[in-house]
């Protein structure tokens, strides 16, 4: 079983920025890809970003891109979203995620992960 913790959301004006940390507590974390959804009031959970399992690999959503940076350290268990320029609309809870197969490619679609934190919320005031 794997356990993931994220943290690091909260209140921010627009323009700032804030680091979301995901921390595998137990269960296998290197080889596997992990990512970032986040999902709006009212609105289905959406992909943010993902990495692949060394690292050296990421995809972002479009929304993202050029804003977050998705970063990981195996040794520590840990994956990161670094967010910059935030705007109201990134509004959400944030979750992290482990992807279903290991080595497995990257992926932008929930099925493609099976195990979940609980999500941290970060609000953007305008």
């Known amino acids: 079983q794997v356990q993931l913790v994220e943290s690091g959301g909260g209140l921010v004006q627009a323009g700032g920025s804030l680091k979301l940390s995901c921390a595998a507590s137990?269960?296998?974390?290197?080889?596997?890809?992990m990512g970032w959804f986040r999902q709006a009031p009212g609105k289905e959970r959406e992909f943010v970003a993902a990495i692949g399992w060394s690292g050296s690999l990421s995809t972002y959503a479009d929304s993202a891109k050029g804003r977050f940076t998705i970063s990981r350290d195996n040794a520590k268990r840990a994956v990161y979203l670094q967010m910059n320029s935030l705007k109201p609309e990134d509004t959400a809870v944030y979750y992290c995620a482990r992807g279903r197969k290991v080595y497995g490619s990257l992926g932008a679609t929930e099925y493609e992960y099976n195990y979940w934190g609980q999500g941290t919320q970060v609000t953007v005031s305008s």
């Open positions: 137990s269960g296998t974390f290197s080889g596997y890809v």
